[in-house]
């Protein structure tokens, strides 16, 4: 694996972070209390003026549930539970097309996402549960580097290596501020500690990058920053950062000698979503253009549905706008017999055949790793 060398922001590539997610209510379980990260958790969470914080007698959460729905989901996002991850949730699984691994540094995420990826896979009140039996959570990086399944076999990705994504159920960023995992998991494998051919990669829709552009990342951590038009962004993606302001945490960290990448995701054929969507690439070349050596990705990934995510999100969001019409779409099946509802086949061609051509003339610097 080759690996570009870290390079510490300059002060004038810092900007301030426009979104910072600050629990009401933060819960440590009696087996979390015992792990040594969780001091550094309880002192993110006291330095960004959290003052309420329950120590618990057992591992059991209790309190979410009471009041209205609506109640129950306002009480769950702004609640972080300290937790241990048991060893069915540190078993790494493959995660095609994305990387290798999956490894989950939290399971929850703060922000507001009518269309939410979660939705489907996640049970109970939405809350965020960060792990803090860390040196666990990461053990498997030793473990399972050489083993690769999906993208160290492919030309284009091989020199990352083993790749570990560490965002498939939390957005790692929008919590950092009170966990601090992200940052130790990126200074310990980008000092080699498990060695030279493992890379992790997360995706975020926050902006707070200020300590990670300082760190020692050794080029081995790719952080993608989830993009859409802006009507979608504004329309649906509650809580998160702007997209000017993840544009600029992008810039910030390309600067900082990190690989970075583009989540053009969910992409959705709006009114004018040519325009929408050429502006957003056209904001990306800007954010680009005169970063050194910069090491670019993207990849994009159509709207889609399971009945079981959709009627969570409606139980969530019972006013929203998305558009989730069987109907109006066609349904994938799983090999398990699971089905998704993605856009019809025509329209996934235009879609596909523009991207692909836009990205290409507005951003010929971006290697596109997938379509789905
Ligand atoms: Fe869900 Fe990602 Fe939005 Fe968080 S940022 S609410 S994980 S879609």
Redesign the pocket.
Known sequence: MTSSLATPAAASDLVQPTRLWTPKHVVVTASAAEQPHTAEILRRCEAAGVDDVTMLSGDRITGLRGGSDREVYARAKSTLAVVVAPPSARKPQPIPPSADWRIDLAKG?P???Q????AGSLSGPPITRVYANLDEVLAPIATHVGRGTVTSGTAERAHEGTTFEMSCY??PL?IERVTGSLAAAIARVGAGEFGDDASIRFTT?FDDVTELATLDHGGRTRVRFSVNAADVAHRF?GG?ARMPARLAALRTLARAGYPVGVTIAPIMPIPGWREQYGQLLADLADAVADVPDLDLTAEIITHRFTPASKDVLLGWYPATKLEMDEDARSAKRSKFGGVKYVYPKDVMAEMRSWFTAELDRTVPSAQLLYWT
């Open positions: 995420c922000a507001h996402c269309y939410c990826y979660l939390t957005d929008g829709k993606e998160t």
